[in-house]
């Protein structure tokens, strides 16, 4: 068994008392999508779901005008307090409340509906909430903090990858920081954006990448838009291009190169 509500937005700004806002009768009904009623399910999965629903079987002639009927006369009266859902399936996928999951297809799909409170905007008038999805979204949060606070860690244990991920994640120049400093700093960098320390924290190119913002920061390489320039020579359209360039064997005298004249700029 699961269960969802389908609630509806709170009207605030209303000129009515909050007694008669709250017993306003407010219904989710049909929608056109050009010249057909919005349809929360369709094809074969249609047919196994109104299955002894409909008053006609599905090899029936009047069965499209029957379908028609049920999505277009489809209203869903939502009180203050929202409409509980049955959505969930046995083990051989048949929903326990067919009339609900219906209703919950259609909702999915309706364009005044959101599929979250927060994720409303003006021409949404309902939301769903979702218990279940709530809850797994707090356990993906919590574990990706937890995969963040482990690079951290590992991070934190090597001046050399501090300093590149302080490069590549942020505007500080590693190079006038101290060790104190650093950690402090890329701690906040990761509780701000779990997801993108970690991605930064675990991709292979993590040296080369810091390597070359270190030179685009030097003034070694520019760049123009995502371009990365060496003189007036582009190394790469993006990046990701410079990246694949830098490790070109072929081009390994470029590299020499570039990190002379790095160190000159250090030094």
Known sequence: MRKV????KENTLDHLPEAVRIAAQVRLGSVFVGRQPLKGVEGEEAKKLFEGILPVDK???DWPHYVNRYWIELSVKVPFEGVELEIGKDENDKPYNVD???TYRFVLKHPHCANTKEEMVSNNRFYLHDPKRDELE???IVRLKKDADKEYIKASNDEKTMNRLIRLLSNSKPDNMNVDQKETLLYELKGKEPAKFIKAARDKNL????EIE???SAGVLRKIGNQV???DEVLGETTEDTIVYMKDKKNSGTL???????KEVII
């Open 5 to 8: 509500w389908l609630r509806r």
């Open 59 to 61: 090899d029936h002639q």
């Open 100 to 102: 609900d999951y219906l």
């Open 138 to 140: 707090k356990v993906k």
């Open 207 to 210: 040296e080369i990448k810091a």
């Open 214 to 216: 270190e030179m685009v």
């Open 229 to 231: 320039i060496f003189i």
């Open 256 to 262: 020499t190169t570039l990190r002379a004249k790095l």
